[in-house]
C-alpha cells in the first residue's frame, strides 16, 4: 500500500474486514501516522485540543507500518521507495496529492498536511496581515479562521469569483458577499505575477503588503513518480470502474485516482474526503477476487463564514442552472440539471435539501423545474409526474 493517508488505511481495515490473511505493508511518506484532512483547514485552525489523527491499531491490523518513507519508483511488480524494495502480489495507490505553488522567492505557505495546519495556527494573530492566493474551498476556509481570530486579510483570486473553477461564476459569485461581511478583502480577476518577500506582486503591477502568504490555488495528483511505468497516468492514475489501474494487480484509490464513472459517463478525479471513505470497499473487494464496482454520486462539503455549504453530484454537462430560495438570502441552494435529471446541487445552509437532493440524483428521475425551484416544496417531491 503506497499512501497512508485515510483512503489508505480504509483500504487495509477493508481488506481485514474481508478476510485477507496475507502480510499487509503501509507506506507513508509523512512522518505523521494517518489524520483527516477536512478538520486542517476547520476546526485545527481555531481548536488547539482537537486532533484529527486516526488512532489506527496497526497491530490488531496485523500491518508493517513505514512512515516517513516515500515511493519513488514503480519497477515491474516491486515498488521502490526512499529506503527500501517492496515485491508484491497486489499494490494499491494512494498516495494523494501534492499543492500548487506559484513562482517568485518569497515565501509561501500552503495548507495540506497536519503539520501546515499547526503551523498556521500558530501564526493566526490580531493584526496579522494575511494574503491568501486562491478563493476555491480551502482558502475561504482559511479566510473564515484568520478572520475570526482578528487577521487583516487580503483574497486574490483570479477567477471571476469565488469558487468559480469549482461551481462556476454565477454560484460562487453569492458567495462574495460573505467575504466583506467578514471584513475580508476579497479581489477576483486578479492574478499573481510573483510572491516577493513581504507581499505578492499583482500581474497589473499592484502590490499587496502581507506578513504571511499562503498558497490555495489547488493540488496536482502526486503520481510522478509512476512516469515510465506502465500504470498509466491521465489526471492521477487511470482507473476503470473498479479501480484497477492498467498494469494488472495495481489499483487505485482516493485524490490520486481518476476513475471511469459509468453515473455520468467520463473519468472523474475528486479530492474528497466522502471518496477517500468509501473507494476503499471497492479496491479492497477487489483485491480479493471481487467485481465491485465504484460509481458514486459525489459529496462535499466547507464550513465558511458561518455557514456550511454543500455539493453532491458533477455538473460538468449540465444545461440549465435552477435557483431554489433567494441566493441573496441566508439558506438557498442550486440545482444543476442536464436533460431534465438533476445531475448536481449546491446548499447553504439547508442539509435536508442536500439529502434529499443527492437521492433524487442516484434516481436519475426526471424532475419538475417549478416545484424544484420552490424552497418550501421538498426534493423528493419534485420528481416529474
Known sequence: MAGAGLAGLRTVEELRAGGAAGPITLIGAEARPPYDRPPLSKKVLSDAGLDPSLKADFAALEVDFRPGEAAVRLAGTTLV?????????HLVLATGALPVTLPGPGRQRVLRSYDDALALRDLLRPGLRLAIVGAGWIGAELATAAAARGGQVTVVEAGPAPLASAVGAPVGAQTAAWYAGAGVDLRVGVSVAAVQPGGLALAGGEWIAADEIVTAVGVRPATSWLEGSDVRLANGVAVDAHLRASQPGVYAVGDCAAFESRRFGRPLRFEHWDVALHAPEVVAA???GGVAVY?????????QFGRMVQ??????DADRLVWRGDPAGPRWAACWLAGGRLVAVLTVDRPRDLLQGRRLIESRDPVDITRL???GIPFKAAIAT
Do not use: C, I, K, M
Open 295 to 303: 460509481d458514486p454520486v459525489p459529496y462535499f462539503w466547507s464550513e
Open 286 to 288: 477487489n483485491v480479493l
Open 81 to 89: 521507495t526512499s529506503r527500501d524494495e517492496y515485491p508484491f502480489d
Open 373 to 375: 425551484s420552490d424552497p
Open 311 to 316: 455539493y453532491a453530484g458533477y455538473h460538468g
